[in-house]
Nanobody
């Protein structure tokens, strides 16, 4: 069966950095686009970054220039490097491809 497992969340100070990882199993990873979503308390889940199977990336405006999505097809893993974090980045972050979701990892940006 398909599994997406996120890791790397935590508590970070404003201006700090985190790198999230999403390791996939049960799929031919290199053939799948990968995306990161987030859901803040009281808000809808939103797509924030996507990487196609050929490595093309796209971001929402609020994270462009601060976040970088990447993938390592040999490790079946997608990454989200988050720099210059702000309190408004606080959310549960989810990995996604098509109808498959990870369990989410909490990111809290607070002093």
């Amino acid at each position: 069966q398909v599994q997406l497992v996120e890791s790397g969340g935590g508590l970070v100070l404003p201006g700090g950095s985190l790198r999230l990882s999403c390791t996939a199993s049960g799929i031919v990873f290199r053939e799948f686009p990968m995306a990161w979503y987030r859901q803040a308390p009281g808000k809808q889940r939103e797509s924030i970054a996507v990487i196609s199977k050929d490595g093309t990336t796209n971001y929402i405006d609020s994270v462009r220039g601060r976040f970088t999505i990447s993938r390592d097809n040999d490790k079946n893993t997608a990454y989200l490097l988050m720099n210059s974090l702000k309190p408004e980045d606080t959310a549960v972050y989810y990995c996604n491809t098509f109808s498959y979701w990870g369990q989410g990892t909490q990111v809290t940006v607070s002093s």
